[in-house]
C-alpha cells in the first residue's frame, strides 16, 4: 500500500472520529430548552445582528429587567443584553471583551451588584455564563479566572470530558435541539409577565468588612480603560430590585468610584417613585426581579436618562433598522400574549422560548 493511501486513510479516520466527538458533544451538553433556560442567553448572541447602540452586561438584575424592544420602540435606541445568572465581573469584563470582536457599542452598562462577590462561586453558574462562549482568547481568560479548583480547564472547550455520562439523562429536548436552538430571550432579555407581590422584605444581614473586594475593583479598572479606548462611555447601575441587599456601604464606594471617573451611577433603588414601579404589581417573585411591566417602566425611565445625556442618532429613522426591529416587536408581543393565555390556564408562566 502507498504512503498516499495510507495518509488518506489515515485522514479519514481522524475525519471520522472528528466527527464521531463533535456529534457526542452536541447531544450530550445540556440544551436549556425546557429547564434553567437561562444557560442558553450566552450563545444566543452570536446569532444575533451585531449593531447595538448600547451594550448591557451583568447578571439576572440587566437580562430580566431590561426590555431592548422597548428601549428601540421609544427612544430610537439599539440594544443587546449580554447578561448571565450570577454573573461575575470577571465574566462580564471578558464578555465585553468577546462582544469588541463583533461590534462597538456606543454605551456599556454594567450592574454593579457583582461587585458583592471577591472569588468564584460555583461550576454551575460558571457554565451557565461561559460554556456559550465561542472559542476565543476571552473565553480562555474568562474560564481560567472563574474555575474552582476541582475544575477541569480542558472540559470548557471539549464539553464531553463534562457532559460524558450525561446519557443517562437525555430527553427529548436533546434530539429535538440536536441541530439548532430555540430562542429564550429578545435581545438578551427574559420575558416574565406573572406576578408575585413583595411581601415581607428581609433585612441584609450584618457583615464583619463591607469593603468589596480588591479584584472586582481590578476588574473594574480594567472595563473602564477598554472603554476608554474603545471610545465608549461606560454607565453603571444597580437596579431596583430589593433582593439580594445593597448595602449603602457597597453603594458608597461605586458611588466615590463613580466621581473618581466621572462615570454615570445611577442607583435606580433611589428613584422608584419617579420610575413609577410598585412592587405590588411590577415583580414576579417578591422582589428579586421585576416582570414585564416593571422592566418596560425601568427600560423608559432610563431610557431617557440615556437620550438627556448624549446625542446618539435615532435609528428609527433607518428604514432598514426599524424593519429589523419591527420583526422583533411582533414576535415579542405574541410571546406576550402567549405568556397572559399561560397565566389564565395555570397560574404562571412557562413558555420561556420566544415563539
Known amino acids: 500500500m502507498g504512503k498516499g493511501r495510507i495518509w488518506r486513510r489515515v485522514l479519514m479516520i481522524l475525519i471520522f472520529y472528528g466527527a464521531l466527538i463533535a456529534a457526542l458533544q452536541q447531544l450530550l451538553a445540556p440544551k436549556y430548552m425546557e429547564d434553567i433556560f437561562e444557560g442558553a442567553l450566552t450563545a444566543e448572541y452570536y446569532a444575533a445582528e451585531k449593531d447595538h447602540d448600547v451594550l448591557f452586561i451583568g447578571d439576572c438584575e440587566v437580562y430580566e429587567n431590561f426590555s431592548p424592544v422597548t428601549l428601540f420602540e421609544e427612544f430610537g435606541l439599539t440594544s443587546y443584553i449580554r447578561g448571565g445568572p450570577q454573573q461575575l465581573i470577571w465574566q462580564s469584563y471578558y464578555l465585553l471583551e468577546d462582544t469588541l470582536r463583533y461590534e462597538k457599542p456606543d454605551i456599556v452598562v454594567f450592574n454593579v451588584l457583582a461587585m458583592q462577590y471577591g472569588e468564584p462561586q460555583s461550576e454551575a453558574y460558571n457554565r451557565l455564563n461561559l460554556d456559550g462562549m465561542t472559542l476565543s482568547p476571552a473565553k480562555v481568560k474568562a474560564v481560567l479566572a472563574s474555575m474552582l479548583p476541582e475544575e477541569s480547564f480542558w472540559s470548557y472547550f471539549l464539553p464531553l470530558l463534562r457532559y460524558h455520562d450525561r446519557w443517562r439523562e437525555l430527553a427529548p429536548e436533546d434530539f429535538a435541539f440536536f441541530f439548532r436552538r430555540a430562542a429564550v430571550s429578545h435581545n438578551g432579555f427574559m420575558m416574565r409577565s406573572d406576578v408575585k407581590p413583595v411581601g415581607r422584605i428581609p433585612a441584609g444581614a450584618m457583615l464583619e468588612d463591607y469593603a468589596l473586594a480588591p479584584v472586582c475593583f481590578d476588574y473594574l ?28 456601604e457597597w453603594d458608597r464606594q461605586i458611588r466615590d468610584y463613580a466621581e473618581r471617573y466621572g462615570l454615570l451611577y445611577i ?61 422583533k416587536a411582533r414576535r415579542y408581543e405574541e410571546h406576550r400574549a402567549a405568556q397572559r393565555r399561560e397565566i389564565e390556564q395555570y397560574g404562571q408562566v412557562r413558555s420561556f422560548r420566544v415563539p
Open 221 to 248: 479598572d480594567r472595563m473602564r480603560e477598554l472603554c476608554d479606548a474603545s471610545g465608549i462611555e461606560l454607565v453603571l447601575i444597580k437596579a431596583p430590585t430589593i433582593w439580594p441587599h445593597w448595602y449603602p
Open 267 to 327: 442607583n435606580f433603588l433611589d428613584n422608584m417613585e419617579n420610575i413609577g414601579l410598585n412592587l405590588a404589581v411590577d415583580t414576579y417573585d417578591a422582589g428579586l426581579h421585576l416582570n414585564l411591566a416593571g422592566a418596560e417602566k425601568l427600560t423608559r425611565y432610563f431610557g431617557a436618562e440615556l437620550r438627556a445625556r448624549g446625542d446618539w442618532p435615532d435609528r428609527r429613522a433607518d428604514p432598514e433598522v426599524r424593519a429589523a426591529w419591527a420583526e
